[in-house]
């Protein structure tokens, strides 16, 4: 069995850019948020399920989710956001496995923003990886990347798992809180850490 390792952190710590560091180092890196995004692109596999249970509103004219309706939606009514995970949930799960089955590479990356929020992943993941800086480095970069509001981004983080508690779960620990050169430097040292639990992982 293939060493797989659960990658998360907060909004706007940098999942995105760590990952990228270990595809380009040639690791097999599966990202959930990428596998929502096609279940909810025009016509995708969610589609019909959010639409019937939601309503015609919240799919845009492409036949695509409305995401900024959505998400206004479901940050602002809890109900609205178990609904939306029930639907996408199981979906998300079953792509990410297959996907793994399939990927070649000493090791797996799986990108899951909500992985302490979920339980889904607790079979499939041996080691948890957590992106970390401060929470307004959290804001001020998801502000400039997303251009929402203050407001909004707060409440989006106010829907997570707490830093603290983010931090106590962590097996191992990027901080982006410097240049991306820092980054990459602790994306190679965890690369070369993983290529050895790897060898010394059971293959059944």
Do not use: W
């Not at 069995?1 to 995105?16: A, D, E, R």
């Not at 595809?23 to 596999?45: E, M, N, W, Y």
């Not at 707490?162 to 931090?167: F, G, I, Q, V, Y």
Request: proline share 2%; hydrophobic share 40%.
């Amino acid at each position: 069995m293939t060493l797989i390792v659960g990658l998360t952190g907060g909004i706007g710590c940098g999942k995105s850019s760590v990952s990228k560091f270990f595809s380009d180092l040639g690791i097999t890196v599966i990202d959930t948020d990428d596998i929502a995004r096609k279940l909810t692109q025009p016509h995708g596999l969610a589609i019909s399920t959010i639409q019937s249970t939601f309503g015609d509103t919240f799919i845009a004219a492409d036949s695509a989710l409305d995401r900024n309706k959505m998400r206004n939606l479901i940050f602002s009514d809890s109900d609205s956001r178990l609904k939306l995970e029930k639907i996408l949930h199981p979906l998300i799960l079953k792509e990410t496995v297959l996907l793994a089955k399939q990927a070649q590479t000493p090791y797996i990356i799986i990108v899951v923003p909500l992985l302490f929020e979920t339980n889904d992943y607790d079979n499939i993941i041996q080691r948890v990886l957590v992106i970390d800086c401060d929470e307004q480095q959290q804001i001020s970069r998801t502000m400039a990347r997303s251009q929402l509001s203050e407001q909004t981004v707060r409440t989006i983080m106010a829907a997570q798992i707490s830093r603290k508690a983010r931090l106590q779960k962590a097996d191992d620990l990027i901080i982006n809180n410097q240049d991306i050169d820092y980054l990459k430097t602790q994306v190679i040292q965890l690369h070369h850490k993983y290529l050895t639990l790897s060898r010394n992982h059971p293959d059944t």
